[in-house]
């Protein structure tokens, strides 16, 4: 029977909401204060469900341990306490909303997780008010 498992982790980091093939004027217009040429943070946290089947030998589904361990490794490490636009290379490029941040993070670790295991959601709170989600249907 198909049984899912969440984690959450967590890490500190600021970014710039800033398209770059657009005027400064638009993007102040578009993003207001998250336009700061400096950046500003947040306290994120990260939520991370996966689905399978419980193995019956061992009585769950995956160590959540083992998925703390990859999202420590593939995300986390690299991400805590940085300024994203500049200090993540495999964020160049990415304009670091939560939306496309629970896209790229998603992308991260799809190909990571032990067979048998399907990668369900990612979500990417930047307060406890504000997040996104990103699936695959």
């Known amino acids: 029977m198909p049984t899912s ?3 959450k982790v ?3 980091a600021a970014h710039r909401l800033h398209n770059p ?3 400064d004027q638009w993007n102040r217009e578009i993003y207001g204060k998250c336009n700061n040429p400096y950046g500003h943070g947040h306290n994120y946290s990260l939520e991370v469900t996966v689905e399978g089947s419980v193995d019956p030998t061992i009585g769950y589904l995956i160590d ?3 998925l703390k361990d990859i999202l420590r490794e593939r995300i986390i490490d ?3 306490h940085r300024f994203l636009n500049i200090e993540v290379p495999w964020l160049k490029g990415v304009i670091p909303s939560a939306e496309n941040l629970a ?3 998603f ?3 799809v ?3 032990p067979s048998g295991i399907r990668l369900s959601q990612v979500t990417v709170h930047e307060t406890e008010r504000n997040s996104s989600t990103y699936w695959i249907q």
């Open 64 to 66: 959540m341990k083992i």
């Open 107 to 109: 992308e991260r670790v």
């Open 78 to 80: 690299e991400v805590d």
């Open 111 to 113: 190909d990571r997780l």
């Open 5 to 7: 498992v969440t984690v």
């Open 10 to 12: 967590y890490f500190e």
């Open 21 to 23: 093939a657009q005027t």
């Open 103 to 105: 896209k790229v993070f």
